[in-house]
Nanobody, 127 residues
Framework: QVQLVESGGGLVQAGGSLRLSCAAS????????MGWFRQAPGKEREFVAA????????YYADAVKGLFTISRDNAKNTVSLQRLSLKPQATAVYYC????????????????????WGQGTQVTVSS
């Protein structure tokens, strides 16, 4: 079992920046790809970004390419998500998920979520 704990959310003004972190504990040897999902008010949870363990290859949902940056520290078992120039549309609860079983499509524009979720961290962007 893997436990995931997110941090770094909060209230941010539009144009500001944000860095979310997720710390994994437990069976961290099983961690392969790690990623972030988000759920905006009234919408379904959606994939945001993923990063592999060995090569550090990154994948992003088409809607967020160029907006978010995902990174990880394998020694610390953490994964981070950074966004500059925030817009109100980024308001959502952001969830860490690991390990990610696989891509959902050939282009890896989205990933299948695994069974391990963090508790989520609220990000609110004010205009």
């Amino acid at each position: 079992q893997v436990q995931l704990v997110e941090s770094g959310g909060g209230l941010v003004q539009a144009g500001g920046s944000l860095r979310l972190s997720c710390a994994a504990s437990g069976r961290t040897s099983s961690l392969s790809a790690m990623g972030w999902f988000r759920q905006a008010p009234g919408k379904e949870r959606e994939f945001v970004a993923a990063i592999t363990k060995t090569s550090g290859r990154t994948y992003y949902a088409d809607a967020v390419k160029g907006l978010f940056t995902i990174s990880r520290d394998n020694a610390k078992n953490t994964v981070s998500l950074q966004r500059l120039s925030l817009k109100p549309q980024a308001t959502a609860v952001y969830y860490c998920n690991a390990p990610l079983p696989r891509c959902s499509d050939v282009a890896c524009a989205t990933f299948v979520a695994g069974n391990n979720w963090g508790q989520g961290t609220q990000v609110t962007v004010s205009s």
